[in-house]
């Protein structure tokens, strides 16, 4: 089966975007430099879905369907080696999303970039420093004061992000809860520690998987024996109920002794 030019694979083979990252290197006769969501993938970014066109910086600016070709100039150190390609390294690839993706995107894209390979602001920063006439330097630098390596899906780097928006103190990602004897007991996805309000998004998972399901209801039992007020969000809610979602943290936060700033 074709995928570029000059480049084939098995018709059974089910291909990620990862692997299209590959196949678009290979047409580019291994001379593109996968970019921006491509390199992300490469570095282990999770929620890339493979129907997205692939990004290469590369000098042929006719590239076939499937691949976005950017002419970008690459200063020293901002490629490295990964399976078997020259790829944008993690902070190279950060600034490349910060500055194209809209900022909802950005945000969720870099959070799982970070959660993926460990960068840190400071890198990306550096990348700034040497690039200070890029375009889309304000963009990225509005969407790296939101980003947060403990986001764990893009509807968590969302959640977050719309309780910032909406005035509420800024969430800690992946609170530990302990029992009284100091075993660690669970995880919250966002929270104020200070106030003991947590805030957990529920995916697919949540309720499918009968293991989780039931792993679920105990947590939610014990959590307020434990001190936690905890509000569990879909999202439903957070596309048709956002209101109602805020309302329930304003109100756990209010009775913890928060000051309102929303």
């Given at each position: 089966?074709?995928?570029?030019p000059g480049?084939?694979?098995?018709?059974?083979?089910e291909?990620?975007?990862r692997s299209?990252?590959?196949?678009?290197?290979?047409?580019?006769r291994?001379?593109?430099i996968?970019?921006?969501?491509?390199?992300?993938?490469?570095?282990g970014s999770?929620w890339?879905?493979?129907?997205?066109?692939?990004?290469?910086?590369?000098?042929?600016?006719?590239?076939?369907?499937?691949?976005?070709?950017?002419?970008d100039?690459?200063?020293?150190?901002?490629?490295?080696?990964?399976s078997g390609?020259?790829?944008?390294?993690?902070?190279?690839t950060?600034?490349?999303l910060?500055?194209?993706l809209?900022?909802?995107?950005?945000?969720?894209?870099i959070?799982?970039?970070?959660?993926?390979?460990?960068?840190k602001?400071?890198?990306i920063?550096?990348?700034i420093?040497?690039?200070?006439?890029?375009?889309?330097?304000?963009?990225?630098?509005r969407?790296?004061?939101?980003?947060?390596?403990?986001?764990?899906?893009p509807?968590?780097?969302?959640?977050?992000?719309?309780?910032?928006q909406?005035?509420?103190?800024?969430?800690?990602?992946?609170?530990?809860v302990?029992e009284?004897?100091?075993?660690?007991?669970?995880?919250?996805?966002?929270?104020?520690?200070?106030?003991?309000?947590g805030v957990?998004?529920?995916?697919?998972q949540?309720w499918?998987?009968?293991?989780?399901r039931?792993w679920?209801?105990?947590?939610y039992?014990r959590l307020?024996?434990?001190?936690?007020?905890?509000i569990?969000?879909?999202?439903?809610?957070?596309?048709n109920?956002r209101s109602?979602?805020?309302?329930?943290?304003?109100a756990?936060?209010?009775?913890?002794?928060?000051?309102?700033?929303?």
């Amino acid at each position: 089966m074709p995928v570029y030019p000059g480049v084939w694979v098995p018709r059974d083979v089910e291909l990620s975007h990862r692997s299209y990252a590959r196949a678009a290197w290979l047409w580019s006769r291994r001379s593109g430099i996968p970019a921006g969501l491509s390199a992300a993938a490469v570095l282990g970014s999770k929620w890339i879905d493979a129907n997205k066109p692939v990004e290469l910086i590369h000098t042929n600016r006719r590239p076939p369907s499937g691949i976005i070709v950017h002419t970008d100039a690459l200063s020293s150190g901002e490629t490295q080696l990964a399976s078997g390609m020259s790829i944008t390294t993690p902070a190279r690839t950060a600034f490349d999303l910060g500055r194209r993706l809209p900022l909802t995107e950005g945000v969720q894209r870099i959070d799982a970039l970070l959660n993926a390979t460990g960068i840190k602001i400071g890198d990306i920063e550096d990348i700034i420093a040497a690039h200070p006439g890029a375009r889309g330097v304000r963009q990225l630098r509005r969407t790296l004061t939101l980003v947060d390596s403990g986001a764990e899906s893009p509807y968590e780097s969302l959640t977050r992000l719309l309780l910032v928006q909406a005035g509420f103190p800024r969430p800690e990602t992946q609170l530990e809860v302990f029992e009284e004897c100091g075993a660690l007991f669970a995880r919250l996805d966002m929270g104020w520690c200070e106030y003991g309000v947590g805030v957990d998004f529920d995916g697919a998972q949540h309720w499918t998987d009968p293991r989780r399901r039931s792993w679920d209801v105990e947590r939610y039992a014990r959590l307020p024996e434990l001190g936690w007020i905890d509000i569990r969000v879909t999202a439903g809610m957070l596309h048709n109920r956002r209101s109602a979602f805020f309302d329930r943290v304003g109100a756990a936060l209010m009775s913890r002794g928060c000051p309102r700033t929303w």
